[in-house]
């Protein structure tokens, strides 16, 4: 690796070609970015081939194969300078985590000192990866730098939301206000700069997560251990979801009912690990009242959410991510 390169994007995708075809035209609009991973976790909606049309790889990975498919290119941003792409297809779809588990890890093995995770649906302000270098100066133990994210009607996203407490680690959260800078426990993909050093201290997400709350997991395991996590105000990402929401099971679109199965098992595993006192309650709560909600307000799917809630809340008490 050229040794001034020293910031990468890191995006993990599964048949969402439409808005990762979007994410990928502004992240070559921003300045200070030296490479892009793209982690393809066997899209069949004809992601490879969007690819090549647009200019990002060469050659179709291979059908049927059991190893991951690399290949590399450069492509150019607005000013003619080049960025590194590196596209890495996965054999099956291992999830957001496995995605950007393997994604980080190939950043970090790569040699470079700040990485910067995107969901496929992020799109970037031209200045929003700068904006988040800028403030890397105000303390030496970051962990992690998060952008502001907003949904396309330039409204915050509910869903995107950081988690916010009055002091981390003794750090008063509004200590860098005049800076637009919040010191925060956890955040989301969107938009998370991560700095080198804490992958060598914490290691790599947890990959058996699959999907939802394996980015709160990580974050929260950096800020455990003594990094700080900032909030930049003015670095700012749309989230281009279908509508603005956040994780309603009440509410919740039939189509999600995949992820609450594992975003319960994932959200009961987080509290398990903060008190089994808490874990326990929460988890007689979720089947009792969290049912009893669901088969009383829910419009339609109620016995599918009912039995996804039931045997998911179940599975958190044998669930050992990274242990076995």
């Not at 031209?126 to 133990?141: A, F, G």
């Amino acid at each position: 690796m050229n040794k001034d390169s020293n910031v990468c994007a890191v995006i993990a995708t599964y048949n969402r070609k439409k808005p990762l075809s979007k994410c990928l035209s502004y992240l070559q609009q921003c300045d200070s970015l030296d490479a892009i991973y793209l982690i393809d976790n066997a899209s069949n909606d004809g992601t490879p081939n969007l690819l090549k049309n647009e200019g990002y790889i060469s050659e179709l990975p291979p059908l049927n194969t059991n190893e991951i498919w690399k290949t590399s290119s450069n492509v150019k941003n607005q000013d003619g300078n080049v960025i590194k792409f590196y596209y890495l297809r996965n054999f099956s779809n291992s999830g957001s985590a496995g995605g950007f588990h393997d994604g980080i890890r190939e950043a970090y093995n790569e040699g470079y000192k700040w990485i910067w995770v995107l969901d496929n649906d992020s799109v970037p302000k031209k200045n929003s990866l700068n904006k988040l270098l800028e403030k890397t100066v105000l303390v030496e133990n970051i962990g992690f730098l998060c952008s502001k994210v907003l949904w396309r009607d330039g409204n915050v996203h509910v869903m995107n939301i950081p988690q916010v407490q009055p002091l981390v680690k003794e750090i008063p959260f509004n200590k860098f206000e005049n800076s637009n800078v919040l010191v925060i426990r956890a955040a989301s993909w969107l938009s998370l700069l991560i700095k080198r050093e804490v992958i060598e201290e914490v290691g790599l997400p947890l990959k058996e997560f699959f999907v939802w709350a394996e980015d709160i997991e990580y974050t929260n395991r950096m800020t455990e251990n003594n990094f700080l996590g900032l909030y930049v105000a003015d670095s700012i990402v749309y989230h281009e979801t279908q509508k603005n929401y956040s994780d309603d099971i009440i509410a919740a679109d039939a189509e999600n009912i995949m992820k609450y199965s594992f975003g319960i098992r994932n959200n009961l595993y987080l509290m398990k690990q903060r008190s089994v006192l808490l874990y326990i309650l929460l988890l007689v709560y979720n089947l009792t009242f969290s049912n009893y909600n669901i088969l009383k307000n829910r419009k339609d799917n109620k016995l599918k959410f009912f039995w996804t809630n039931t045997t998911s809340s179940f599975k958190s008490i044998f669930f050992r991510p990274g242990k076995d």
